[in-house]
């Protein structure tokens, strides 16, 4: 169980970096505008909030990696406490995606859903294994 929460903590971690250099460094391109659908002006007029929320993304990103290596370091509390913090951050930021911009409800639960596997399947590991 501990293993594939860790395999779906790391494609979350994956897919938050991946989403951090979109937002950090690609935010104005084109094909970046049209995956969060913005115009041109609207995206140079966010430049600065999309460089600095792409850096939360890879911070919740290195939290969630942190915990995979301490899990898979033999580490397993530690482990499982930083995933939860990592990915539990991802999930909770979805969810106020989704929440706060319905029409954006896509993004949202591309967002949140391998947080939230993550961690469930740590949440069910957990009372047997701590």
């Excluded at 990696?65 to 909770?92: E, F, N, Q, R």
């Excluded at 391998?114 to 469930?120: D, E, G, I, R, S």
């Amino acid at each position: 169980m501990l293993t594939t929460a860790i395999v779906f903590a790391v494609l979350a971690a994956a897919l938050h970096v991946y989403i951090f250099a979109l937002e950090s460094f690609r935010w104005t391109a084109v094909s970046t505008r049209k995956t969060f659908g913005t115009t041109a002006e609207e995206a140079n007029a966010t430049k600065e909030l999309a460089f600095n929320q792409g850096f939360y993304n890879l911070f919740l990103a290195i939290v969630t990696l942190a915990g995979v290596i301490a899990a898979a370091s033999g580490h397993h509390s530690v482990g499982a406490a930083l995933v939860l913090a990592g990915a539990g951050s991802m999930l909770a930021a979805g969810l106020v995606l989704l929440i706060s911009s319905p029409s954006k409800a896509k993004a949202a639960l591309v967002q949140l859903t391998l947080p939230l596997v993550a961690v469930v399947l740590v949440l069910v590991w957990l009372p047997t294994n701590v």
